[in-house]
RNA sequence: CGGGGUGUAGCGCAGCUGGUAGCGCGCUUGGUUCGGGACCAAGAGGCCGGGGGUUCAAGUCCCCCCACUCCGACCA
C-alpha cells in the first residue's frame, strides 16, 4: 500500500492540480525538456518519436491528396512582410527580428517567419505563368517562432514545430473545396490515429487568422473541459495574391490572381493527446502514434530460458510491424511497469517462469489497467485485437467527455454558470455581431470556439441581445 | 505586459533568532533479488539562480536583476 502512495506522488493528481498534471507529464514521461533559451522548450527523443508519428501519417495522406513538400527560407524581409496589412498587424507584434548579418548591421531587417505565407507568394510570383500550371499544391515541415508572452510545454512555446501548406488554386470554388477537403483530413487523422473526436466549424470574423477571408477550425475537449483549438484550414480568396502581385494566364487569355488557402497542425497535438488521454499514472497513447506500441517485460529474468523467451516475443510482433520493445534492464518487473505506464505504452506483455510452464504470457492494457492471460499461439491476434480495442476505448472515453461536457443554453448567465462551474462547451444561437460576441466574453467569460460545420437549421435567439437567429456556434474557456 | 508562487546536489525538499551544507530519491561499484516503483554495503556529487549592499561573519537580512511556474490579456 506504501508503495502504490508512493506511486500517485510521482505526479500530480490532475483533480489537485491539471495544469500541474499537466507538466508533469510533459517532463516525467521524457516528451520535453525547458532550455536555455527562455520559452523555448527541446522535444527530447520520446516527445520527438510520438510528433514524428504524427508527421509520417499526415505527410503520407497530404501526398496521396497530390501535396509536395517544399522548404522556403526561415528569415523574410521586413517589406516582404509588410506588403499584406492584415497580416503584418496580426504578426508583426510578436515576430523575432534579425538585425546583424555576421558583424554588419542589415539595411533591412528580417523576421524569423511567424507563418510563411509571404514567402510562398513571393515565389509563385515568380514561377506562376499559366492556370495551366494550377492549382500548386504546396508543404512545408518546419518550425516557426512568435514571440508569445507566456509559454507551456506543447501548447504555447515560443519556437514550434509544425506543418504549413500553402496551396493557389484557378477558381474561388476549387480553393474552398481544398480548405474544406484538408479540414476533413485533419479531423480524420485526429480521430483515427490520435483517438481524439473533434468539433468541426469555421470561426468568427473576430477568431480567425489574420488575412483569411474564412478560417475553418477543428476544436476539441481536454479532460479539464477547456477547448483546445487542434488545427486549423484558412480560405484567403485572392487577397494576399494581389497584395503579392501573383497572377496568371487564365483561359480566357486575361490575367487573374490565383485564390489560396493554408492549413496547419502542430506539435500541440501532443498536448491535445495528453490532455485528452492522460490520466494520473501519466501519459495515455493512442497506438497509432505510440513510439513503443508494446513493452515486453521478462519476469525474474535471470531464470534460465526467460530471455529468450520475451525476445521471441518481441521478435513475433516485429515480424507483424509494430514497434516494440523489451526491457532487460535489472530494474525490478513493478518499476518497468509503473516506468511505461508513465511513458503511455498502449500494451504491456509481461513473460515468466510460470507462463513459460503454461505456454501463456500475460497482456496488460494502459487504459483499463485490465490483464488477460493469452497462449503464446495466439499473441499476435490477441496483440491486434487489443491495440484495436485501446484505441477504440479511448475515443469512446473521449468522445463521451465531450457529449457529456456539450450544453445547449439560450441565455448568457447559463453559459457564464458553466463556465465558472465545471467548464465544457455551450452551444447557443448567435446573431453574428461582435458586440455580442465580445459581450460573452466579458459576462460569461468564454470565447467563440467555431461555427459547427453541422448547423441544426433551427430559429433561437441570441443569449445576449435576443435577436431571433439561425446560427449555432460554440463557446468555451480555451487554451 | 499585469498579478501571485518558486529558485539550495540530476529530481523532490529541510536548513528557526546570521556562525561556513543536510535528508530522501536517483546515480556509480559489489552482492542478494525479480508476477506492481526490491534490499544490503561502500562511494561520487554543491559558486545555496546572478549581481550589489549590511555585517567580524550571509543559503539566511536589504536592494536590483534573471529564470521557471500559475492566473489574466494576446495567440496554434
Redesign the pocket.
Known sequence: MA??Q??VE?ITPMEVDF??W??DICLKAELVD?SSM??FTILRPYGYAIWENMQSIIDKALKKTGHQNVAMPALIPESLLKKEGELVEGFA??AAWVTMGGSEKLEERLAFRPTSETMFCDHWHNVLQTYRQLPMLYNQWCSVI?W???????????E?WWHEGHTIHETAQEAIDETEMILDLFADFCEKSLAMPVVKGRKTDKEK?AGAEATYTIESMMKDRKAL?SG?SHYFGSKFSEAYDVTFLGRDNKLHHPFQTSW?V???LVGAIIMTHGDN?GLVLPPAIAPIQVIVVP????KPGVLDAAAELRDRLENIDLRVKMDDS??????K???Y??KGVPLRV??????MEKQQC?I?RRDT?E?TFVPLADLESAVQTLLQDVHDNLYAMAEKNLEDNTFDFTSWEEVKEMAQGKGGFARTKWCGSLECELAM?EKAGVSSRCMPLKQSGTTGKCPVCGKECTTDIYWG???
Request: net charge positive.
Open positions: 508503495k502504490d508512493r506511486n510521482a495544469a500541474k499537466y507538466t525547458y527562455k520559452g507584434p510578436e512568435r508569445e508572452k507566456t509559454t507551456r510545454p506543447f501548447l504555447r512555446s515560443r514550434f487568422f483549438q486549423t496547419a502542430t506539435t500541440r499514472n519476469i525474474a529474468q535471470h535489472e530494474q525490478s518487473p513493478g518499476w511497469f509503473a516506468q505506464e508513465m509481461e513473460i515468466g517462469p510460470k507462463d500475460c496488460a489497467g490483464k466574453k474557456v480555451a487554451y
